[in-house]
């Protein structure tokens, strides 16, 4: 068997768009399929403007920047997350606080980020683990009331929505990746969205992404020549990715359908093995949640079955990986003054999650094959 965890999906246009760009002449960023590619989000994410980035981490990045966090603010997010968006907040001097997750969704557990809440809490980074999230109309009413900023990290989330509306666009930010791992993929890339009205910040971050200037008031020909106006780095993506990402793009609806089948035949399969109690759980929709069906993951009663499990399924040429070194588990989260055990749902799933092959072009045959190559290692593990 060889069944990896990912493979690159293509739909086919991918070369007849980067043959376009290249020969339009303009491969720097800021043109026709970057246009495109803005446009497309936009729709989805009703409500917000869109501006492309060159990766989730910049997004990340960018928000925080825009959402003006200074030395010494404090901002909750999960410890479940990439070490982007702490860093996104450590890159402007604030101090990340890590908070725990719920066991059902692995997204922020709101009581634990209301007991984290102090007269330095300037803002609320909610993480959408595997496509899916905490209850965000909670969350915002929480971030209202205390008067705090949200930034949703929304890196695995496109697509997906919560109460009907898309995450991404609950907070006064959202933060996309296109990394090759995610479910529309432009190698590298990102995207921010920016809640309307948004004038004021809009202007920042189109400044900010065109290495402080006014780059883009040129383009669109409103001004003669461009210079210095602000704050900024470099963050608008080649035309060369966004033609790729156009072409995945238009395929995004078919992707997600050909993922929920893999998604919704997995749960079957896997849901009699919680039941029998051979596993402690594995990925949940919650009710007000459409995912995008980014991952599939089941979790074990404890790590080492997990590592074993783990190991007997790769030496079967099966892709199952591990996700995310808790945050405050990391040398990084020591040196900040946190130990495993203060966070403990975070530290459970650090430990006992295991995330199984799941792409988009996977066939039901190979997600049958994992789930009884699965079956039959863990009743060989508890001799049933
Ligand atoms: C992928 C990911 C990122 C980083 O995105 P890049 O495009 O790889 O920089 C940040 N946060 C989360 C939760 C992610 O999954």
Known sequence: MNIPYNKLYLTGKEMLYLKEALEGGNIAGDGVFDARV???????????????????????????ALAKICPGDEVIMPS???????????????IPVFCDVEEETLCMDLEDVEKRITGKTKMLMPVHYGGVCCPMDRLVDLARDRGLVVVEDAAQALGSTYKEKPLGTWGEMGCFSFHGTKNLVSGE??????????????????????????RIQFIKGEVNQYTWVGEGSSYA????????????????DQIHKRRSSIYHGYQQQISPMVDRGLLRGMSTIPEDVTSNYHNFYVLFHDGSTRDRVRQRLQEQGIGAVIHFVPLHV??????LGYAPEDLPVTRMAGECLLRLPLFTAMTME???????????????EYDR
């Open 38 to 64: 803005c446009d497309f989000l936009e729709d989805r994410l009703s409500g917000t403007s869109v501006r492309s980035v060159t990766s989730g981490t910049h997004a990340l990045e960018l928000a925080v």
């Open 80 to 94: 479940y997350t990439f070490p982007s968006t702490a860093n996104a907040v450590l890159l402007r001097g604030g």
């Open 189 to 214: 890339g990102g995207a921010i969205s920016i809640r309307k009205p948004n004038e004021d910040l809009l202007e920042k971050a189109e400044i900010y992404r065109q290495k402080g200037t006014n």
């Open 237 to 252: 993506p080649s035309e060369l990715l966004m033609a790729v990402l156009n072409a995945q793009l238009e395929e995004m």
């Open 330 to 335: 990391s040398p990084m989260g020591a040196k």
């Open 366 to 380: 190979e997600m049958m094959q994992v789930s009884k190559a699965l079956l039959e290692v863990l009743e060989h």
